[in-house]
């Protein structure tokens, strides 16, 4: 189906690794960017491709894709990584999609 | 620097047409290596894209709006416009332009983001 499925919140200790899932039939074909959002601010890229980063964001992140699952997984969580994470990637129609969001809370 | 600002009324009767439009400074719509594209937000959800159009002019609507939205590149001013028609108060929500890598289907540039509200 032409959807990509993201868990609605995840937490995470500070100073640990977390892991977001974005799921899709789409994904076994195309790779997953990601984003993030904080409050009342534009999304920004976090990881685009295979696994890159944009210039100036931390190598914390990363990105990774395995069947029908995408993730990206941020080492050693700061407080400032608190926000809502999207995934997006596209279908074989050439539709866009993003996923749900999750919304990462910092303990 | 690449920048991305949206403008246009905050407000849309019911029934009526949203138009907004986007300038872009640092880069040219023209460029062959990326699209133009719209994203809405309504409040407290998630991210919805709308459509993008390439250099060429020729466009990808999302399929479920496809009947309701043109979106319309103008070179000379260095802007990308969106035109929803026909709008609801369920259309209500932050609207962004963005950048889009054509490579790998990112987003890479983002504006500020507009909100727009439907109501009479």
């Known amino acids: 189906s032409s959807e990509l499925t993201q868990d609605p919140a995840v937490s995470v200790a500070l100073g640990q690794t977390v892991r977001i899932r974005c799921q899709g039939d789409?994904?076994?074909?195309?790779?997953a960017n990601w984003y993030q959002q904080k409050p009342r601010q534009a999304p920004l890229l976090v990881i685009y491709?295979?696994?890159n980063r944009p210039s100036g964001i931390p190598d914390r992140f990363s990105g990774s894709n395995s069947g029908n699952t995408a993730s990206l997984t941020i080492t050693g969580t700061q407080a400032e990584d608190e926000a809502d994470y999207y995934c997006?990637?596209?279908?074989?129609?050439?539709?866009?999609?993003f996923g749900g969001g999750t919304k990462l809370t910092v303990l | 620097q690449v920048q991305l600002q949206e403008s246009g009324p905050g407000l849309v009767k019911p029934s009526e047409t949203l138009s907004l439009t986007c300038s872009v400074s640092?880069?040219?719509?023209?460029?062959?290596?990326?699209?133009w594209s719209w994203i809405r937000q309504p409040p407290g959800k998630g991210l919805e894209w709308i459509g993008y159009?390439?250099?060429?002019?020729?466009?990808n609507i999302n399929p479920s709006l496809k009947s309701r939205v043109t979106i319309s590149l103008d070179m000379s001013k260095n802007q990308f416009s969106l035109k929803l028609r026909s709008v609801t108060a369920a259309d209500t929500a932050v609207f962004y332009c963005?950048?889009?890598?054509?490579?790998?289907?990112?987003?890479?540039?983002w504006g500020q983001g507009t909100m727009v509200t439907v109501s009479s």
């Open positions: 963005a950048r889009i890598a054509a490579t790998v289907d990112a987003f890479d540039i």
């Open positions: 640092g880069d040219s719509v023209s460029t062959t290596s990326f699209y």
């Open positions: 159009i390439f250099y060429s002019g020729s466009t």
């Open positions: 789409s994904l076994r074909t195309y790779h």
């Open positions: 491709g295979k696994n």
């Open positions: 997006n990637s596209r279908d074989s129609s050439g539709t866009l999609l």
